[in-house]
């Protein structure tokens, strides 16, 4: 009697401990209640993705470098101002695109030829164009012709931070659409130097 007594207080004592541990452990996880916007807890604190900052990781960070990878004119005027084909021998745009940074003409492409605007028109960047996040940026389409000059068609400019991508609460989006007066769309795809 004595003895299963005693085993019955030693066993009480063992259950009081182990849930006394199984409690203590959830208490003492320094995680516990904390919360990373854009990021994950570590040891009670937050390890931020590239290009946030703060407790929480709630701040974005001006990227060190903004990339241009690529353009994707997925909409121009099949017809120019006077209603006519952009060609004179009736045939479409033989479409490219200069991209502008800070006043200058940064990136000039090679061009399809007799383009049609049902269909999307992929311009890979080589190499990669770095855009100032200080500076103005802009995409223009143009028609090259061959025996004149090259006939601007239409395109974007905007000013300093307006098109800037790492803007508060908007994240560091892959891509981005610009759209022009008169029926111009460019999809721009991004990368970032954090
Ligand atoms: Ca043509």
């Known amino acids: 009697m004595k003895v299963s007594r005693l085993l019955t207080i030693i066993l009480a004592i063992f259950l009081t401990f182990s849930s006394c541990t199984e409690d203590g452990k959830s208490i003492l996880d320094p ?3 904390i919360t990373c916007d854009n990021g994950e807890c570590i040891n009670g604190d937050c390890d931020c ?13 001006r990227p060190v470098s903004i990339i241009l990878t690529r353009v994707q004119v997925t909409q121009f005027p099949q017809t120019n101002d006077q209603g006519g084909g952009w060609d004179s021998d009736g045939t479409g745009p033989d479409i490219y ?22 269909s999307n028109y992929t311009f890979d960047l080589n190499p990669d164009v770095n855009i100032p996040s200080t500076s103005d940026f802009g995409i223009s389409l143009y028609d090259r012709e061959f025996l004149v000059s090259d006939t601007f068609m239409g395109g974007v400019v905007t000013g300093g931070e307006v098109w800037t991508t790492y803007l508060k609460d908007r994240g560091f989006p892959s891509t981005t659409t610009l759209t022009a007066f008169a029926g111009y769309t460019f999809e721009c795809y991004w990368t970032y130097v954090h």
């Open 97 to 118: 695109i200069k991209v502008k940074s800070g006043g200058n003409v940064v990136y000039e492409s090679g061009y399809y030829q007799d383009a049609i605007n049902t």
């Open 49 to 61: 993705d590239p290009g946030y900052s703060g407790p929480s990781c709630a701040n974005e960070l």
């Open 31 to 33: 995680c516990a209640g």
